[in-house]
């Protein structure tokens, strides 16, 4: 990613050998990363020691460390409800991600801190600080529709100034800082591929401030961006393809982890895959996928770029099954020229196309292009030096820039680089790449930073983080996707102009308007186009230029199991008694709890309420279930009417508190009383009231 110069590469990876040979070793931690831009060290103080249950004095991996900066400065929050500051988070170990959501490493990273986020859900909040590194990723709207494709449930700051990047003096995406329950800023990590560390590092600085009592284990509760996406048919569409000679339109769904197979018309055909994520084999219903993007068709074979497996996919779409041609399920940590189909490891594939036999290979994860000949159990690098850059020669010193589109003009095929905003040229026979729009060439990466949306000739002409490209008699359709266009380029003087779109994200048909195109497939005179962050295919007409919706007939979204949200696991070590309680048989009973909450804390309408009655004998019955209100500084509950004999039940209950009652940072308390109840045949009181201190928490 850009920033990641050499000398900072090396010196990173330097250091995490260094750190992970300290962590196996047992030596300590001292910093996870640390350079000449971090905040400076605080007067040097005496070694904390704590005294744990077990006997042995334990050290503070990370001691005499200064306070952390503020994470003051950004523009907006997202996944949460308002602004969430350090002293919200006090008590928490807190990872602090800088992305932005072009980068491909920076994708990289979100499943390594989904992993963390599962294992300590309790004791971590991960806060993505998005630094804009495009003008279209500044915008807050885009950073939320990113949030909910990349499915993120931690908050995320919109830092469009990149001040709070300033202030951690950070230098590259992706990069992460780690900051102590007691605001101490720890160190920082730049790159890829550092879960095993980030994970023995939390371990210890969650055991040593767990013994010391500094760390705060309440369950916390976010207000995620992906609740306020309606269901779709379509969820995110990525990639096409035309079919002409079947009448058919492959979408990749993306986001539904499914391949939509469509006539020309709009009639449902197929779709292949349940729509969970996996990368299961099988038949078009049990299938899964990952995020599928790209696609290739030889014959009746359709290969899929199934980019977050980082496999390639093989549909026998004769005898309907997937199979799994190329990959290992696991991303490649390291550049390898290439292997056997199944034990060599791929990174990101993102799309595909075949030219005789040979099958061709966006690999942006790594920035190259690889290729595999059909029928043979060989895949590896075709192009590019596995340097992030846009230059041209030779296929094995050419370098690419996260490929992430690629179309076929007989022994040429053109790729889409999103992070040189370039459109690439390679000749399968001369074995030579070279840039036909967009800038290449340039000192120290440079054209890594030369975007914008400028139509023109050649290298004066400028694209945004473009995704698709489509060879059209003598032409390139380009879709131009951080300017929210369709481009084109043509291929006898390479001047690229503007075909359709106004520059502003929109849906509107008339005047066209697209949200980050990025697919395209074309069958006569019409050309179909995957608007993604709208959640649609568009088609134009070439004739006319007019474009319209396209809709697939009877498609809905995919049908998951539901997962529960019912958990009650109480956060003390016991039920609490409440005394014994009178009510009238045959009719509800209204339950009121007053909570006493820590200072500048309020109950929160926003956090889920919910409660359980069970029986708290053997069969542990579940009576009911339901959800609670707020009003004013009491929850209410409506149990129903109970008619069976007087005993005693367990309710348990959930719910929120924030700051101020709507703050970023709503903490969740579950708790569970033992309640004995009365039940009066002709009884008329009906309400029950209990309280809850939580103002030490």
């Not at 859900?121 to 993505?128: A, D, R, S, Y």
């Not at 529709?145 to 990349?150: C, E, F, P, S, V």
Request: hydrophobic share 35%; proline share 5%; with cysteine.
């Amino acid at each position: 990613m850009p920033g990641k110069q050499a000398f900072l590469k090396q010196f990173y990876l330097l250091t995490v050998l260094l750190v992970a040979w300290m962590t196996v070793c047992g030596s300590g931690l001292s910093t996870v990363h640390a350079d000449e831009k971090s905040p400076a060290p605080a007067k040097k103080q005496t070694e904390e020691k704590t005294d744990t249950e077990s006997g042995p004095l334990m050290k503070n991996p990370f001691p005499n460390r200064p306070p952390a900066p503020s994470l003051d400065g950004g523009t907006e929050w997202l996944n949460s409800a308002g602004e969430i500051t350090l002293k919200d988070l006090r008590g928490k170990v807190v990872l602090i991600d800088f992305w932005t959501y072009c980068c491909i490493n920076c994708m990289h990273v979100l499943p390594d801190l989904a992993y963390l986020e599962k294992k300590y859900p309790n004791e971590l909040v991960v806060i993505g600080c998005h630094s804009a590194k495009f003008d279209n990723e500044k915008e807050t709207d885009n950073i939320r529709r990113a949030i909910q494709r990349y499915e993120i449930k931690h908050p995320v700051i919109n830092d469009s100034n990149m001040t709070v990047w300033r202030k951690y003096g950070v230098r590259a995406w992706p990069s992460m800082v780690l900051i102590d329950p007691e605001g101490n800023y720890c160190g920082h990590i730049s790159g890829e591929g550092n879960r095993e560390l980030l994970d023995k590092v939390l371990e210890q600085v969650i055991a040593y401030h767990r013994a010391k009592g500094t760390l705060d284990e309440t369950p916390v509760h976010f207000e995620l961006e992906s609740t306020k996406l309606k269901p779709t048919p379509l969820k995110f569409p990525g990639k096409l393809l035309a079919d002409e000679a079947h009448n058919r339109l492959f979408i990749s769904d993306s986001n539904h982890n499914r391949i939509v197979v469509s006539s020309l018309d709009g009639k449902l055909l197929d779709v292949i895959g349940s729509g969970q994520i996996g990368n299961k084999d099988g038949d078009y219903k049990t299938a899964a996928f990952d995020h599928p993007q790209g696609m290739a068709l030889v014959g009746n074979t359709l290969y899929v770029a199934d980019t977050e497996n980082h496999l390639i996919r093989k549909i026998d779409l004769d005898q309907k099954q997937v199979s799994t041609l190329a990959g290992t399920g696991e991303q490649a940590r390291t550049r390898k020229p290439g292997g056997k189909l199944r034990t060599t490891a791929l990174n990101s594939p993102w799309a595909l196309a075949e030219i005789d036999g040979t099958l061709y290979i966006c690999m942006a994860g790594p920035h190259q292009i690889w290729s595999h000949k059909l029928g043979s159990d060989e895949i590896g690098v075709y192009a590019g030096s596995g340097r992030e850059d846009i230059t041209n020669g030779p296929l094995d010193t050419s370098a690419f820039a996260q490929t992430s589109g690629i179309a076929v003009d007989g022994d040429i095929f053109y790729v889409v680089d999103s992070e040189g905003s370039a459109v690439r040229k390679v000749d399968t026979k001369q074995g030579t790449v070279s840039t036909i729009a967009g800038t290449s060439d340039l000192e120290r990466g440079r054209s890594l930073f030369e975007f914008g949306d400028k139509d023109g000739i050649g290298d004066k002409a400028r694209l945004q983080h473009p995704l698709g490209v489509l060879f059209d008699n003598g032409r390139l359709f380009i879709a131009d996707t951080y300017n929210h266009k369709l481009k084109t380029i043509d291929l006898k003087t390479n001047e690229v102009k503007t075909f359709l779109g106004t520059g502003k994200d929109g849906k509107s048909l008339k005047p066209a308007e697209f949200s980050e195109p990025s697919g395209l497939a074309k069958v006569g005179n019409r050309l179909f186009v995957a608007d993604t962050n709208n959640h649609r295919i568009c088609v134009v007409n070439l004739d006319n230029d007019q474009v319209s919706e396209f809709k697939v007939q009877g498609l809905t979204p995919p049908e998951l199991p539901k997962t529960s949200g019912d958990s009650f696991a109480a956060t003390s070590a016991a039920a609490l008694n409440a005394s014994a309680q009178t009510v009238a048989a045959g009719k509800p009973i209204k339950v009121t709890v007053t909570p006493k909450l820590p200072t500048d804390y309020k109950l929160s309408p926003l956090a889920p309420i919910k409660f359980s009655l069970k029986s708290a004998d053997a069969s542990g019955k579940t009576i009911a279930t339901g959800k609670g209100t707020v009003k004013g500084d009491q929850l209410t509950l409506e149990l129903p009417a109970l008619d069976a004999a007087s005993g005693t039940y367990l309710l348990n209950l959930r719910f929120g508190y924030c700051r101020d009652g709507v703050g970023g940072l709503c903490k969740q308390h579950s708790t569970q009383w033992k309640l004995p109840l009365q039940i009066q045949q002709a009884g008329k009181n009906s309400q029950i009231s209990l309280s809850l201190d939580l103002s030490q928490d």
